[in-house]
């Protein structure tokens, strides 16, 4: 055991977060999901998630034998949705294979699962010796160093200074220096329990380390949702398993083209998409929805039709009835969806 880990695993002891995936008694499955669940998502926003997930699906068996579409209804709000394909399949794997593999590679042959999240799980849930390097650890590890950062030579400074002995604590570890202490901004280095090895710290500058990345320039796209009732239900449409929103039930809609914007050119990408003539349109209103590569503007518009809309561009459609929580619970919902739910429900309002 280095120095540093030592201070570190000696602070982690006495002020590690309690945290519902963690613990004696916490299996590789909730190791798994939760992870998966934790990736680009704050620890705040998966703890109810998790709770639910587990006590939906509280064995890996249980989610495998899950349809998609519950796995995906329970998944709803979370983002990042592939992520919620990908666990159902991999859970199907380590049913079929009887068990999740202990090593790195068979980790890593799981869907959805790379080299942070193996490194994670295979430390934590079964003694594998590898640093888990998400960008808390690379922070840290980075500050401490002086070091300008990038993957691989982060990983070689996590090696050097990994516990064998506890390594899965070890990660835990960063990752709670990481969020607590090591911040991006302003870190609490009076309070680090590593300090004393800190290279960016000794110099009065750990702001410095890593280099920063350059920001990506997001775009902005513009899409069409469609409202429409019959009987006092309204259309809902599944999407394909792959690509944006894969899998996941919304209003009828499509995104434009540049210059796509007059009234009469929304109803026809709608009339395209559910291969039915559209009789009359009106607008309700427009919800904003920022995803990590597009900033969204969506306009509702109400349509009437007296034609049946078929498969063309969707595998299932649904009507349902909004004033019944149960029945959109039991879809597959984005926040995205709900929010063009809200205006079709409430006519002449924007959310943004």
């Known amino acids: 055991m280095t120095a540093f880990s030592a201070d570190l ?15 004696p008694r916490v299996s590789a499955y909730h190791t798994w999901l939760s992870e998966i669940m934790l990736q680009q998502t704050r620890v705040d926003t998966v703890i109810p998630y998790f ?21 995906l209804s329970m998944w709803s709000g979370l983002g990042y949705y592939s992520r919620a394909r990908n666990l159902h399949r991999a859970a199907q794997l380590v049913v079929e294979r009887g068990g999740f ?28 010796v590898e640093p888990a390097i998400d960008g808390n650890l690379e922070r840290v590890l980075a500050r401490c160093a002086a070091h300008s950062g990038g993957r691989k030579a982060v990983l070689a400074l996590g090696r050097d200074r990994i516990d064998p002995d506890r390594p899965g604590d070890f990660n835990q570890a960063m990752m709670d220096l990481g969020s607590q202490i090591c911040t991006p901004r302003a870190p609490g280095c009076g309070a680090c329990p590593v300090a004393a090895h800190c290279a960016g710290w000794a110099l009065g500058r750990p702001t410095d380390f890593p280099s920063p990345k350059a920001r990506r320039v997001v775009p902005e796209r513009k899409g069409v949702a469609a409202a429409l009732w019959r009987d006092g239900r309204l259309l809902l ?48 209103g427009a919800v904003r929805h920022t995803l990590t590569h597009m900033r969204l503007e969506v306009e509702v518009i109400a349509i009437t039709s007296s034609g049946s809309p078929d498969l063309r561009h969707y595998t299932a459609l649904v009507w349902a009835d909004p004033g019944k929580p149960e029945e959109l619970d039991a879809l597959g919902l984005s926040t995205l969806a709900r929010k063009a739910l ?11």
Request: hydrophobic share 45%; no cysteine; charged share 25%.
């Open 9 to 23: 695993l000696r602070w982690y002891d006495a002020h590690k977060r309690d945290l519902p995936w963690r613990g």
């Open 237 to 284: 449409a599944r999407r394909p398993a792959e690509g944006l929103f894969g899998g996941l039930y919304e209003l009828p809609g499509a995104l434009l083209e540049a210059g796509q914007i007059a009234e009469n050119e929304l109803a026809g990408l709608i009339s395209d998409k559910l291969g039915l003539r559209v009789d009359s349109s009106r607008r309700l």
């Open 51 to 71: 709770h639910r997930f587990i006590e939906r699906f509280p064995r890996v068996d249980d989610l495998a034998a899950a349809p998609l579409d519950a796995v």
């Open 101 to 128: 593999p202990q090593d790195l590679v068979g980790l890593k042959s799981l869907p959805g699962v790379g080299d942070y999240v193996s490194a994670a799980v295979g430390s934590i849930a079964f003694g594998v």
């Open 342 to 352: 809200s205006v079709a429900t409430t006519p002449q309002v924007s959310i943004f």
